[in-house]
């Protein structure tokens, strides 16, 4: 959707508008081939009986909805360059297209590129130390150094820094924020979404119509795509019951890694992270923790051989299972999901550690060869 006309971006406008849950609204949108003049058209029995999971309330506010007045956040889309980029788009995060939770449709401001399915999260506490934000920056300009993008919440804190740390790197980063995006939360951070845009070093991305407020409940819902686009989920400085920590949670759910940063013990500041290392998180000191456990590496090593790319000895058990099952004729997802015997969502990141790492390559119809040399 490049070009996007102003009676299709109202459309979408308008479904958006009714907030049903990214799970029911999903499966209903992709039956009507995501043309939602179609699906607000329809009736509410053929809306249940193309998505049973689609409440009586879901229902009405779907009705309500085939009326609202759009004109004025059909304004603030064309004034702020917003684009609205539904699911089944090209440019739609690869990585985030498999969740059963979804958006139907993002609005972004800024650039989204093929390559930032290779992408890693730096979450942490807003009231972070100067330690913490040291790190977070640090961190940040090392990942993009390896051509990763960063990715985070705007928040205040380690969030704010590590945008800032991958911009001052040269690298790309996204900012998935919790409401609509006219409206700048934290207000001190309108330069820094500026910058991402006006650099064409990133986005800011939210599933929230214009006009939406920062609610708090809104956060822990972003939070998930924050996770969900990366590949892994680096935690800095992190209370026992912060925002970080449900990153964390949805990472776990999600299949992603989990990366901790120890603090000092007894401050509290720390807690969440260690109690993630407690649970088996990755406790990491440096950058180069996190490239040896994703198997980045010897990514950048060139060795000139005439059949198939080396098996590197580094590959975890499970990526070396799903490379194993990868050959020149073209395996779909799903069988390799069925011949793994691994979940779906960690099956995705594996094979976007193994294309990354030049192993894997994407096909036509969603599927995966073995890399050549």
Not at 2 to 14: F, H
Not at 156 to 165: K, L, M, N, P, V
Not at 303 to 329: C, G, I, W
């Amino acid at each position: 959707m490049d070009t996007q006309d102003n009676e299709l971006l109202c459309t979408w406008l308008r479904l958006l508008s009714a907030e049903i849950p990214p799970s029911r609204l999903k499966p209903l949108i992709e039956s009507y081939g995501y043309e939602p003049a179609l699906l607000l058209a329809d009736s509410e029995d053929e809306w249940v009986k193309r998505s049973p999971q689609l409440t009586a309330k879901n229902a009405s506010k779907l009705v309500d909805a085939r009326c609202t007045d759009q004109s004025s956040a059909l304004k603030v889309l064309n004034r702020l360059s917003i684009r609205i980029v539904p699911l089944n788009d090209p440019t739609y995060p690869s990585n985030l297209k498999p969740l059963p939770d979804a958006p139907s449709a993002l609005f972004v401001r800024g650039t989204l590129v093929a390559d930032d399915k290779f992408s890693v999260a730096i979450v942490g506490s807003r009231r972070a130390t100067a330690y913490g934000l040291e790190i977070s920056e640090r961190f940040a300009g090392e990942l993009v150094d390896r051509g990763l993008t960063v990715v985070s919440g705007g928040a205040r804190g380690i969030d704010t820094r590590a945008h800032r740390g991958a911009l001052h790197a040269g690298g790309r980063t996204v900012a998935f924020v919790g409401c609509g995006l006219d409206i700048s939360y934290p207000a001190e951070n309108r330069s820094l979404y500026d910058q991402m845009i006006k650099s064409g070093q990133g986005a800011v991305i939210s599933e929230f119509v214009p006009g939406t407020t920062p609610d708090p409940w809104r956060f822990p819902a972003r939070n998930r795509l924050i996770s969900g686009m990366a590949l892994g989920v680096i935690v800095i400085e992190s209370p026992i019951d912060s925002g970080a920590m449900i990153t964390a949670n949805d990472a776990c759910t999600q299949g992603r890694e989990v990366f901790a940063v120890p603090g000092p013990i007894g401050s509290g500041r720390s807690a969440g992270c260690h109690k993630l290392i407690q649970d088996g998180a990755k406790l990491i000191e440096t950058p180069e923790d996190i490239f040896l456990e994703l198997g980045l590496l010897p990514m950048h090593t060139d060795r000139p051989l005439d059949t198939y790319r080396p098996t590197p000895a580094d590959l975890s058990a499970d990526q070396l299972k799903v490379l194993e099952l990868l050959s020149l004729e073209a395996s779909h997802v799903d069988h390799l999901i069925v011949a793994s015997k691994l979940p779906a969502n960690q099956i995705n990141g594996l094979l976007t550690v193994l294309e990354l790492r030049g192993l894997a390559r994407r096909v036509a119809g969603n599927s995966f060869i073995r890399a050549l040399r």
